[in-house]
Structures are given as structure tokens and as C-alpha cells.
């Protein structure tokens, strides 16, 4: 009888950590991350005298900004992170992305070059409102890689 062959285990997010070791920054643990998606851009290139198609050639790759958000606490390491970038020039760091599941364990990780924050804010306030504060960073950065 044939072993049966095991189907993928499905991923699902619970939160992520974030380290950036060279900034020695505890940025802390998200609950929601956007942008985890890169592009080719193709150059479309019609060949003289054939007009059947129309070469489709791979050019450069384009990454979306990280978007980070997390509960505001009262010392945010990502307000000082911006501040830090926005008072001198924009050093660039290599961070880290770890996806953990319900029960802690980690499941991925994915590294980020040349990363720094190009926005900082926090969910409008209002006095009525009874929600948790929630802040996000947008993060430039060069490229992905899982590790």
C-alpha cells in the first residue's frame, strides 16, 4: 500500500516581530503587517516586421513599503526610529520580519535590506472614541529575502 502523500501545512498570521540588530532597536511585536509583495516590471518590445507578438522581457523589480502597525504604547520604538532617521541623514539598516504562530513558535522569517521608515502616524483621535490607539511605519526598503 502507498504512503499517502502529506498535504502543505496552510500558514496563518497570528504576529511578527520586528529586529534590527545594528540599531540594537527593540521595535516590538505587530499585529498586522502590509506590503510583503514585490513586482518585474516588462518591457514590451514589438519585433520589426513580425507582427504576430510582442516580446514581453523581464526588467527591474520593485518592492512595496513594509507597513507595520502595532498598539500604541506610551514609548514608541517606532516614533524613535523616524525621529532618528528624520534628524539626520536616512542611514539604512537590515531588519528582520519573524511571522509566530498562536502558540509562539516562529513559522517565518524574511530579512529586508536597506530598510528605513518613510512615515510614521497614529489612527485619528477622537474624544468619543473607546477603540485602542493603533500606530504604523512605513518602511522603505531594497528587497526581501526569506531566511
Known amino acids: 500500500m502507498p504512503a499517502q502523500a502529506t498535504k502543505p501545512a496552510i500558514l496563518t498570521s497570528n504576529h511578527f516581530e520586528v ?70 541623514s536616512a542611514e539604512t539598516v537590515d531588519m528582520s520580519l519573524t511571522l509566530y504562530d498562536s502558540t509562539g513558535g516562529q513559522i517565518l522569517t524574511w530579512s529586508f535590506a536597506g530598510a528605513y521608515p518613510v512615515k510614521w502616524s497614529v489612527v485619528d483621535l477622537g474624544a468619543g472614541a473607546n477603540a485602542p490607539l493603533v500606530e504604523s511605519l512605513e518602511i522603505a526598503h531594497q528587497g526581501i529575502q526569506a531566511v
Request: charged residues 20%; proline residues 4%.
Open 19 to 88: 529586529k534590527i540588530p545594528s540599531l540594537n532597536l527593540d521595535v516590538g511585536l505587530f499585529t498586522d503587517a502590509q506590503g510583503l509583495n514585490g513586482t518585474v516590471d516588462v518591457l514590451e518590445y514589438p519585433e520589426g516586421g513580425n507582427n504576430g507578438f510582442v516580446h514581453k522581457l523581464p526588467t527591474r523589480v520593485k518592492y512595496s513599503n513594509l507597513t507595520l502597525k502595532q498598539g500604541l504604547i506610551d514609548k514608541s520604538a517606532l516614533l524613535a526610529w523616524f525621529q532618528k532617521v528624520s534628524q539626520s
